[in-house]
T-cell receptor, first 114, second 112 residues
Framework: DAGVIQSPRHEVTEMGQEVTLRCKPI?????LFWYRQTMMRGLELLIY????????DSGMPEDRFSAKMPNASFSTLKIQPSEPRDSAVYFC????????????FGDGTRLSIL | DAKTTQPPSMDCAEGRAANLPCNHSTISGNEYVYWYRQIHSQGPQYIIHGLKNNETNEMASLIITEDRKSSTLILPHATLRDTAVYYC?????????????FGGGTRLMVKP
């Protein structure tokens, strides 16, 4: 079975540029999560969706960050304009959003903003 | 969700059992204990979870104390590939959206 698929795996860009990260959740999963991981702050939840609807975006750092889920099989996390402090590994996870079902993570996008 | 406390690091000899403790003394009745691990440069990997009873799967065993205030993840025969950061997370069943809050975890080093 295919797991959570994220693209690109690595992204290097200059500050001020727009960055778009992509995620394809596991088929049949109806909850999707975006996390960010840095050495200083560890793994932080940015936003999550249930049935394609954003439920909690309180972890989104600021207005430069936005996330969409146009359908059940695709989500994007966009940063515009990007800044060096946005450099991190961004993970997407999905789960069956009921009961005690675990989340399953992709392998992440390593983002470097120069 | 209840907070968890884990030792920052542990060593284990290859082939021996690795026992990773987790304290969750403020856990409430509807909260599950989840374990994930993160191998370098990969996303977190789900290992196991439980509520009250001990659980076992192909990866590990989870032992939860009777008062549920602590638990132990057991890797019965650790290999070098089990070197990773292990996260213990407590989450309520009615936690909307199955949100997980990751702490610092335990960095397990399996040595030859």
């Amino acid at each position: 079975d295919a797991g959570v698929i994220q693209s690109p795996r690595h992204e290097v860009t200059e500050m001020g540029q727009e960055v778009t990260l992509r995620c394809k959740p596991i088929s049949g999963h109806n909850s999707l999560f975006w996390y960010r991981q840095t050495m200083m702050r560890g793994l932080e939840l940015l936003i999550y969706f249930n049935n394609n609807v954003p439920i909690d975006d309180s972890g989104m750092p600021e207005d430069r960050f936005s996330a969409k889920m146009p359908n059940a099989s695709f989500s994007t996390l966009k940063i515009q304009p990007s800044e060096p402090r946005d450099s991190a590994v961004y993970f997407c996870a999905s789960s069956i959003g009921q009961g005690n079902q675990p989340q399953h993570f992709g392998d992440g996008t390593r983002l470097s903003i120069l | 969700d209840a907070k968890t406390t884990q030792p920052p690091s542990m060593d284990c000899a290859e082939g021996r059992a690795a026992n990773l403790p987790c304290n969750h003394s403020t856990i409430s009745g509807n909260e599950y204990v989840y374990w994930y691990r993160q191998i370098h440069s990969q996303g977190p990997q789900y290992i196991i979870h439980g509520l009250k009873n001990n659980e076992t799967n192909e990866m590990a065993s989870l032992i939860i104390t009777e008062d549920r205030k602590s638990s132990t993840l057991i890797l019965p025969h650790a290999t070098l590939r089990d070197t990773a950061v292990y996260y213990c997370i407590v989450r309520a069943l009615n936690n909307a959206g199955n949100m997980l809050t990751f702490g610092g975890g335990t960095r397990l080093m399996v040595k030859p």
